[in-house]
């Protein structure tokens, strides 16, 4: 599978307010040149977009090139960043009149739905969905619901960033017209304000992604039971604006508190990626962990840096192009992203094979619950049962009776005493760092046929989670039970291990009395040669003295 490496693109898109006297900088169609501090600063783009130009520009020179590599199977990501009132929000959602079949001041994300349907007419086997997500007071919710009146958080559903694919609302869309109401429920359930910078200033930032399902251009079916296809996703990102505590009050001044300190940890971030630093933190604030995969993942992303160009917003337009400049550092992986369908054949296999999974992990579990409640009930098992799985029932129910009868097992100095008179040859000593291994102690080892068999049985039931969304539940339940059998399994063999350990050491004990008995009688019998060797020359010595005395 092929991957390139390719950078974080950066444009900027200008806003001129009517008031505007005098503006905060010279630019051209690539660099902003900015004065500070009595020096000119100069940031470079990709491309800036002039305050006159128009959606459709923008859409063709930022979104078309990574709507067109979704649909090949890359992932891609365009995220709005700026101060509040610079135009963010107008640059992603854009204005859209329901009487037309389009209009000029459509923004990003109408005109990717619309390119996206327009390109894939005609084509079988293609799957769209939508989801809306808005962090608010660092809250994740779920925007993707129709006919909500009241606009309070309460009704919404809130969504854990780290289970965010299998709790989100992802609405399949048949139809460009279906996709475009979806969209504009989607906006109007996100929370706005009026501010002293803007009319309708966002109160949240907005992640709106079409996930796109198709089969891989120029493949054909890979089996009888699969078939080869694409899956991919496409990010707009419209961020809240940073703005000054002191130009709001009361639950704005909150909400404005939360934007800002999400902002900064989505620098820090940024500072990271940029740096190369081997670790990114990205759970400061959820933001960052829902952007992760754009800024440091797989995925063709793109920043739109939106500047007011009026001189009183010159330093949130500095900042705003410091920001970009470190941003236009990072380097992602981006890898096509392929995937299997399942024939239905396929499925009505896999939902036999679940059936049989069940019944299969409720008999290990009643096996499992058993041993431990009757461990002495493994001599009663029926004698047609696979002998394999009688061995590693009967280490279960041996291991188990270990912590509870502690008074069975003989001490190892009576079992030394019993054995050190009886004339054996000392056995070899083990190496330090391993366990002995002998014929005696390979029986545990037949206990993992079983464990085996459960992780085999653990991956079909993963590949039947995968294919069979509408048992998700069901499957998840069965994969926690198939988890604590497996579970059971390891304590038992760690159990076995345990007491091939003490067997170890009681042989290692035996051994080195034995080495010491040995040393002991190899001691006291050269203690009586040399007592008899002192006696006979006692009685040499006294034997010459008395003949001595016999002469004179």
């Avoid at 703005?243 to 940890?265: F, H, M, P, Q, Y």
């Avoid at 083990?430 to 085999?456: C, H, V, Y």
Wanted: glycine residues 4%.
């Amino acid at each position: 599978m092929q991957s390139a490496v390719r950078n974080i693109k950066t444009y900027s898109r200008l806003f001129k307010p009517k008031n505007c006297k005098i503006e905060c900088g010279q630019y051209n169609d690539s660099t902003i040149n900015i004065e500070h501090q009595g020096k000119q600063r100069t940031f470079s783009f990709v491309q800036v977009f002039q305050p006159d130009c128009s959606q459709a520009e923008i859409f063709d020179t930022v979104a078309l090139p990574i709507v067109e590599r979704c649909l090949e199977g890359e992932n891609g990501s365009i995220i709005a960043y700026g101060y509040t009132g610079t135009g963010k929000t107008h640059t992603i959602e854009g204005s859209w009149d329901h009487t037309k079949s389009f209009t000029e001041g459509a923004g990003l994300a109408r005109r990717c739905i619309s390119t996206i349907f327009q390109k894939l007419a005609g084509v079988s086997g293609v799957e769209i969905r939508l989801s809306y997500v808005e962090i608010w007071m660092e809250q994740i919710f779920d925007t993707m619901l129709l006919n909500v009146k009241n606009k309070d958080k309460s009704n919404f559903q809130r969504v854990n960033v780290e289970r965010l694919d299998s709790t989100l609302n992802k609405p399949i869309c048949q139809a460009e017209e279906n996709a475009h109401i979806l969209y504009t429920n989607a906006c109007l359930n996100r929370t706005v304000k009026s501010t002293s910078h803007n009319m309708r200033s966002s109160r949240s930032h907005g992640v709106f992604t079409i996930y796109i399902k198709r089969k891989a251009p120029g493949s054909s079916s890979s089996s009888d039971s699969s078939s080869l296809v694409v899956e991919s996703k496409l990010n707009l990102v419209d961020l809240a604006g940073a703005e000054r505590l002191s130009d709001s009050e009361g639950v704005t001044a909150e909400e404005a508190k939360k934007i800002n300190l999400s902002l900064i940890a989505l620098g820090k971030v940024i500072d990271d990626l940029s740096e190369r630093k081997s670790f990114v933190n990205y759970r400061d604030s959820q933001l960052t962990q829902l952007l992760r995969d754009s800024l440091g993942g797989n995925s063709n992303t793109a920043l739109i840096a939106t500047l007011n160009v009026d001189m009183s917003r010159k330093d949130a337009a500095l900042r705003t192009c410091e920001f970009a400049a470190r941003v236009s550092g990072i380097k992602l992986t981006v890898t096509r992203n392929y995937g299997t369908v399942l024939t239905k054949a396929a499925m009505d296999e896999l939902q036999v094979q679940l059936a049989k999974l069940k019944a299969e992990n409720e008999r290990l579990k009643k096996e499992i619950s058993q041993l431990k409640s009757n461990p002495n009930a493994v001599g009663n098992q029926s004698t047609d049962t696979n002998s394999r799985e009688n061995s590693a029932r009967a280490i279960t129910s041996i291991v188990e009776t270990l912590p509870t009868q502690p008074a069975q097992k003989t001490p190892v100095n009576l079992v030394v005493q019993q054995s050190v008179n009886e004339e054996l040859p000392p056995p070899p000593p083990p190496p330090e760092d391993e366990l002995p291994i002998d014929e005696e102690f390979e029986q545990p080892t037949q206990g993992f046929s079983l464990l085996d068999r459960i992780e085999a049985n653990r991956a079909i039931l993963k590949q039947t989670s995968r294919a069979s969304g509408k048992n998700a539940t069901k499957i998840q339940v069965l994969e926690d039970m198939i988890e604590e059998t497996r579970d059971g399994i390891e304590e038992i063999s760690w159990q076995i291990d345990v007491l091939h350990r003490q067997i170890w050491d009681a042989d290692r004990q035996l051994y080195a009395l034995q080495q010491r008995k040995t040393t002991r009688q190899l001691s006291n019998a050269s203690d009586d040669i040399v007592i008899s060797a002192m006696q006979d020359r006692e009685r040499s010595i006294l034997n010459g003295q008395n003949k001595d005395c016999t002469v004179m």
